[in-house]
């Protein structure tokens, strides 16, 4: 059973496992002191090994020599593996086959043995309770089990004596683990603070439990926060999120990008979409903390690089820090001057220039000129296309 006293025993049981996160102010959002609990430079990237490293800690002798099974999205991986290795108990963990590379390698390098499971995170979870029974393995979940969330509860600890005059505290939910824990611990030692949720609107799956008041489970779920595309939440998160979770909200993948762009500019720090929702939900006013002291929990910090450049590349796009922009002119000498003097008086910058001949056009004589510029905001965007049109050149779209 959950209680402070067994948080409190993580906290302690953890010290030579994890290390005290800084929490770090930021800017994210002008209209409330924002801070943000920097778990994604936790050892192993996650806070995940804090869940993983309390629960194994507690196993008993036979259980150790025996073993510890996994499944999980990569980070959870990474937490088992590392907390095993530490006590010298062999960990097999199983990962869908999607999961990225880098989470791959990372559970490797800390001596698990690692089975790749076709589908997403449940999938993993059926194959790993097939060969926890095969094989006597001690099945570690992930989230819905009272040691793990009490690992993940030190957070909450850390961030009530890090800050004084807590106001909100923002989590992001997978299956619900580090909510659990975190809500758990502010509302029995800081009743007042709000403890908010957030989720991805591609795996939206506590979101749409706790609207329904009963446990939904996904048919999909389809996004970049690979970290917390869970299909179904926990017996117990579901009832720890309705009983100290105040509300939970929903960010898209632009939303998503666009944190996790705001982290690598503002603060040289990375963040994988899961650790990043948190973030986006203040940076986009999901939930109503102006002029308050919010704290986001950045849960996650392993992002797979192939995956960063795009989100990066999505991210400038949904800040307006790029454009993509088609016009239409007359095929005559001159026209590209004119419209490269237009840009540069705003000071963009053009990085692409396409230029076709097209019958689609209105004039037979007209042609098309796609730009892909740098730009400082969307207010520039519609400056320079204003500028654009004032001097009769036709904008035929702008992304």
């Given at each position: 059973?959950?209680?402070?006293?067994?948080?409190?025993?993580?906290?302690?049981?953890?010290?030579?496992?994890?290390?005290?996160?800084?929490?770090?102010?930021?800017?994210?959002?002008?209209?409330?002191?924002?801070?943000?609990?920097?778990?994604?430079?936790?050892?192993?990237?996650?806070?995940?090994?804090?869940?993983?490293?309390?629960?194994?800690?507690?196993?008993?002798?036979?259980?150790?020599?025996?073993?510890?099974?996994?499944?999980?999205?990569?980070?959870?991986?990474?937490?088992?593996?590392?907390?095993?290795?530490?006590?010298?108990?062999?960990?097999?963990?199983?990962?869908?086959?999607?999961?990225?590379?880098?989470?791959?390698?990372?559970?490797?390098?800390?001596?698990?043995?690692?089975?790749?499971?076709?589908?997403?995170?449940?999938?993993?979870?059926?194959?790993?309770?097939?060969?926890?029974?095969?094989?006597?393995?001690?099945?570690?979940?992930?989230?819905?089990?009272?040691?793990?969330?009490?690992?993940?509860?030190?957070?909450?600890?850390?961030?009530?004596?890090?800050?004084?005059?807590?106001?909100?505290?923002?989590?992001?939910?997978?299956?619900?683990?580090?909510?659990?824990?975190?809500?758990?611990?502010?509302?029995?030692?800081?009743?007042?603070?709000?403890?908010?949720?957030?989720?991805?609107?591609?795996?939206?799956?506590?979101?749409?439990?706790?609207?329904?008041?009963?446990?939904?489970?996904?048919?999909?779920?389809?996004?970049?926060?690979?970290?917390?595309?869970?299909?179904?939440?926990?017996?117990?998160?579901?009832?720890?999120?309705?009983?100290?979770?105040?509300?939970?909200?929903?960010?898209?993948?632009?939303?998503?990008?666009?944190?996790?762009?705001?982290?690598?500019?503002?603060?040289?720090?990375?963040?994988?979409?899961?650790?990043?929702?948190?973030?986006?939900?203040?940076?986009?006013?999901?939930?109503?903390?102006?002029?308050?002291?919010?704290?986001?929990?950045?849960?996650?910090?392993?992002?797979?690089?192939?995956?960063?450049?795009?989100?990066?590349?999505?991210?400038?796009?949904?800040?307006?820090?790029?454009?993509?922009?088609?016009?239409?002119?007359?095929?005559?000498?001159?026209?590209?001057?004119?419209?490269?003097?237009?840009?540069a008086s705003l000071g963009a910058n053009v990085i692409s220039v396409h230029h076709e001949r097209a019958s689609e056009t209105k004039d037979i004589n007209g042609c098309y000129l796609r730009l892909v510029l740098e730009t400082k905001n969307y207010e520039h965007i519609e400056m320079i296309t204003k500028a654009l049109a004032d001097e009769g050149?036709?904008?035929?779209?702008?992304?």
């Amino acid at each position: 059973m959950l209680t402070l006293d067994k948080v409190y025993h993580a906290a302690y049981v953890l010290k030579d496992v994890i290390r005290e996160t800084a929490l770090i102010k930021s800017n994210i959002n002008p209209d409330c002191r924002t801070y943000l609990k920097t778990e994604n430079l936790q050892v192993t990237g996650s806070f995940k090994v804090r869940g993983a490293g309390y629960m194994i800690s507690q196993l008993t002798e036979e259980e150790k020599a025996k073993g510890v099974i996994a499944c999980s999205a990569g980070n959870h991986a990474q937490g088992v593996a590392l907390a095993a290795s530490k006590y010298g108990i062999k960990a097999t963990i199983c990962l869908p086959d999607g999961a990225p590379i880098s989470k791959v390698e990372a559970t490797k390098s800390h001596g698990a043995e690692v089975v790749m499971v076709k589908g997403v995170y449940d999938d993993a979870y059926k194959r790993a309770l097939e060969l926890r029974d095969e094989m006597g393995y001690t099945f570690v979940h992930p989230f819905d089990d009272d040691n793990v969330i009490a690992g993940q509860g030190t957070i909450g600890l850390e961030i009530l004596n890090e800050l004084d005059g807590v106001d909100a505290v923002v989590v992001p939910i997978g299956g619900g683990g580090l909510i659990s824990g975190i809500a758990y611990v502010v509302k029995h030692l800081a009743p007042h603070v709000k403890v908010y949720g957030v989720q991805s609107a591609g795996a939206p799956s506590m979101y749409n439990s706790i609207k329904d008041g009963k446990i939904e489970r996904l048919k999909s779920v389809s996004t970049i926060a690979d970290g917390i595309a869970v299909k179904e939440p926990g017996a117990n998160t579901f009832e720890l999120c309705s009983k100290y979770v105040d509300d939970i909200v929903t960010v898209n993948e632009d939303e998503i990008s666009s944190a996790i762009l705001a982290l690598i500019e503002q603060h040289k720090m990375i963040a994988e979409g899961a650790g990043a929702v948190s973030v986006a939900a203040v940076m986009h006013n999901k939930i109503p903390v102006q002029g308050q002291n919010v704290v986001c929990v950045v849960s996650g910090g392993n992002i797979d690089v192939t995956i960063l450049s795009r989100v990066i590349e999505r991210g400038l796009l949904t800040s307006g820090r790029t454009c993509n922009l088609c016009i239409e002119l007359m095929d005559k000498p001159g026209q590209l001057m004119d419209v490269s003097r237009i840009i540069a008086s705003l000071g963009a910058n053009v990085i692409s220039v396409h230029h076709e001949r097209a019958s689609e056009t209105k004039d037979i004589n007209g042609c098309y000129l796609r730009l892909v510029l740098e730009t400082k905001n969307y207010e520039h965007i519609e400056m320079i296309t204003k500028a654009l049109a004032d001097e009769g050149f036709g904008i035929v779209s702008v992304q």
